[in-house]
């Protein structure tokens, strides 16, 4: 970067060993069934897509533990392996989609997998659809949140975990479809991220919120709210 115009990054089968990744401003970055060893030490920041598939990624020190992917376009992060004290953050302005990927932390500082706002990063009521679907995380801090404006229940499906200190999937954002608890997976826990500066879950005019009876539907922290 340095202030100089960025152009792609695309890495299909490479090896990266101890080096550091670092798409920031990068016009499309396309990262395919690759392996990356305490490979990413700064985020990846994109004015165009970012595609990041099939990867096996190992982190074994913590400065080396976050692959937090951005794009004022979309960020596509699909059936990759991630393994040792990592977190992996996701943010497409356009679309974001994280779905079939298998995280493990096999350290204290591994934090799972964040859709939608991260770092500091705030999700956007312009952003677009959010897909998470069908993803794994053992060993972490928590192990899927979601923070987006358009949260739909059918996008939301198929996500498991264990041995997460919360095995939950955590929602902050816009609920615009019904929601029946509990649900298949994850249990659903009220978050506390930020869209265009509220915070908590909010359920959009005419939809419903069921709650089984005996459910117990947790909050993730004191911030957390539900209107």
Same mark, same amino acid.
């Given at each position: 970067s340095n202030g100089q115009p960025a152009g792609s990054l695309i890495l299909d089968h490479a090896q990266v060993r101890r080096g550091v990744i670092w798409g920031l401003g990068a016009d499309r970055v396309t990262l395919t069934n690759s392996s990356f060893v305490d490979a990413f030490y700064n985020w990846i920041h994109a004015s165009g897509p970012v595609v990041f598939r099939g990867n096996d990624v190992v982190v074994t020190e913590s400065s080396y533990g976050a692959v937090d992917l951005r794009s004022v376009d979309a960020v596509s992060v699909v059936d990759n392996t991630f393994t040792g004290g990592l977190s992996v953050g996701a943010q497409g302005r356009v679309a974001t989609t994280v779905t079939g990927n298998r995280l493990a932390g096999e350290a204290?500082?591994?934090?799972?997998?964040?859709?939608?706002?991260?770092? %500091?990063?705030?999700?956007?009521?312009?952003?677009? !659809? +959010? *897909?998470?679907?069908?993803n794994h995380v053992t060993g972490a801090s928590h192990a899927v949140k979601v923070v987006a404006a358009h949260l739909r229940v059918e996008n939301l499906t198929g996500n498991t975990g264990s041995a997460?200190?919360?095995?939950?999937?955590?929602?902050? %954002?816009?609920?615009?479809?019904?929601?029946?608890? !509990? +649900? *298949?997976g994850l249990p659903v826990t009220i978050g506390s991220g930020r869209v265009d500066g509220f915070g908590g879950l909010t359920v959009a005019a005419g939809v419903r919120v069921a709650v089984a009876p005996g459910t117990v539907?947790?909050?993730?922290?004191?911030?957390?709210?539900?209107?």
């Amino acid at each position: 970067s340095n202030g100089q115009p960025a152009g792609s990054l695309i890495l299909d089968h490479a090896q990266v060993r101890r080096g550091v990744i670092w798409g920031l401003g990068a016009d499309r970055v396309t990262l395919t069934n690759s392996s990356f060893v305490d490979a990413f030490y700064n985020w990846i920041h994109a004015s165009g897509p970012v595609v990041f598939r099939g990867n096996d990624v190992v982190v074994t020190e913590s400065s080396y533990g976050a692959v937090d992917l951005r794009s004022v376009d979309a960020v596509s992060v699909v059936d990759n392996t991630f393994t040792g004290g990592l977190s992996v953050g996701a943010q497409g302005r356009v679309a974001t989609t994280v779905t079939g990927n298998r995280l493990a932390g096999e350290a204290p500082w591994a934090q799972g997998i964040t859709v939608g706002a991260s770092y %500091g990063s705030a999700a956007s009521a312009s952003d677009g !659809p +959010v *897909v998470v679907r069908d993803n794994h995380v053992t060993g972490a801090s928590h192990a899927v949140k979601v923070v987006a404006a358009h949260l739909r229940v059918e996008n939301l499906t198929g996500n498991t975990g264990s041995a997460n200190a919360m095995n939950t999937l955590e929602l902050s %954002g816009t609920l615009e479809t019904d929601l029946a608890l !509990p +649900v *298949v997976g994850l249990p659903v826990t009220i978050g506390s991220g930020r869209v265009d500066g509220f915070g908590g879950l909010t359920v959009a005019a005419g939809v419903r919120v069921a709650v089984a009876p005996g459910t117990v539907v947790k909050a993730a922290n004191s911030q957390s709210k539900i209107t």
